[in-house]
């Protein structure tokens, strides 16, 4: 299967010139919410995740920095995955996964269904129905 070119050309856009872009995608029936981000940047901010821990943790935000500079230079090849921060995923009418944090996804364009822009917004109280008669 391959991937949306309109939603390509979106990545493409956010990998060469730090367009940023609220947007919600569907994938296997779940949505997944956030706010698009390079490549470059996902590595970075993933990398810091890890750079405070063992050596093992050392070792891998170094891998992870190394990735970012590689994504940095390869910025005219054609995008295979879309990277999203503030991320919040929904399956069914359950509340989004996670609920807390500043959430960081990497998703294969090819997976991807269907997309429309802008991000689900939480609903701040379930119970603010309102009656009118």
Not at 4 to 28: E, P, Y
Request: charged share 25%.
């Amino acid at each position: 299967m391959s991937a949306d070119t309109i939603l390509g050309f979106f990545v493409q856009a956010t990998n060469k010139h730090d367009f940023n872009l609220d947007i919600t995608l569907n994938v296997n029936g779940a949505l997944v919410s956030g706010t698009t981000i390079s490549a470059q940047e996902y590595f970075e901010e993933l990398s810091e995740a890890f750079e405070d821990g063992n050596e093992i943790s050392k070792k891998i935000s170094e891998q992870l920095v190394q990735a970012s500079e590689e994504a940095e230079t390869n910025t005219n090849e054609s995008a295979s995955f879309i990277h999203l921060k503030s991320t919040k995923v929904y399956c069914g009418d359950s509340k989004s996964t996670p609920s807390k944090g500043n959430i960081l996804w990497r998703g294969k364009l090819s997976d991807i269904d269907g997309f429309f822009l802008g991000k689900i917004a939480e609903s701040k109280s379930s119970s603010s129905t309102s009656s009118s008669k």
